[in-house]
T-cell receptor, first 110, second 113 residues
Framework: TQLLEQSPQFLSIQEGENLTVYCNSS?????LQWYRQEPGEGPVLLVT?????EVKKLKRLTFQFGDARKDSSLHITAAQPGDTGLYLC??????????FGTGTRLKVLA | DAGVIQSPRHEVTEMGQEVTLRCKPI?????LFWYRQTMMRGLELLIY????????DSGMPEDRFSAKMPNASFSTLKIQPSEPRDSAVYFC???????????FGQGTRLTVV
């Protein structure tokens, strides 16, 4: 069974701080996605990475896919209260089936 | 487009009752997914439809769960009989044939007492 472990599980930081969230697996994936989920809503896609070593930036968010395509990181610079939410990674080995990670619950305090 | 629409948003029912959750995917999307989210197990894929045909139902927990997609614009997930351990948020998501992005609905929060 493929598993995606995310760390940390919970993170509470002050506005303006930087943070990194990790998504790790022992399996190789063809693509990996990051979603953000706010309370009472469904997950919303932030980014998709498909190439080993790929780096994508979305404003203050930087996403990296590991060289071996087994892991990924999400770095947020100068976090803001609006970044608060549940961050989920999801990965697939090339089929329709995306496996979701365990999630990182982020709270940014003003 | 209004996005993926799920109903009801909240459902409270007694153990043993039948529960039906509904989903309207985004128009033109030919893939539809039902997920269940709990604190303990996270987001789990229950069933996947492609062009209205169930392709993979290996995530459906028991025979008490069933899903249908009678046409491209409507799907249901039914639990009969419901049990307290079925309490969770159930999400429907749809995706276009060529895309990688799944669009999620707002979910149905089910509580079985």
């Amino acid at each position: 069974t493929q598993l995606l472990e995310q760390s940390p599980q919970f993170l509470s930081i002050q506005e303006g701080e930087n943070l990194t969230v990790y998504c790790n697996s022992s399996s190789v994936f063809s693509s990996l996605q990051w979603y953000r989920q706010e309370p009472g809503e469904g997950p919303v896609l932030l980014v998709t990475v498909v190439t080993g070593g790929e780096v994508k930036k979305l404003k203050r968010l930087t996403f990296q896919f590991g060289d071996a395509r087994k892991d990924s990181s999400l770095h947020i610079t100068a976090a803001q209260p609006g970044d608060t939410g549940l961050y989920l990674c999801a990965a697939t080995s090339g089929t329709y089936k995306y496996i979701f990670g365990t999630g990182t619950r982020l709270k940014v305090l003003a | 487009d209004a996005g993926v629409i799920q109903s009801p948003r909240h459902e409270v029912t007694e153990m043993g009752q039948e529960v039906t959750l509904r989903c309207k995917p985004i128009s033109g999307h030919n893939s539809l997914f039902w997920y269940r989210q709990t604190m303990m197990r996270g987001l789990e894929l229950l069933i996947y439809f492609n062009n209205n045909v169930p392709i993979d139902d290996s995530g459906m927990p028991e025979d008490r769960f069933s899903a249908k997609m009678p046409n491209a614009s409507f799907s249901t997930l039914k639990i009969q009989p419901s049990e307290p351990r079925d309490s969770a948020v159930y999400f429907c998501a749809s995706r276009s044939g060529q895309g990688l992005e799944a669009f999620f609905g707002q979910g149905t929060r089910l509580t079985v007492v």
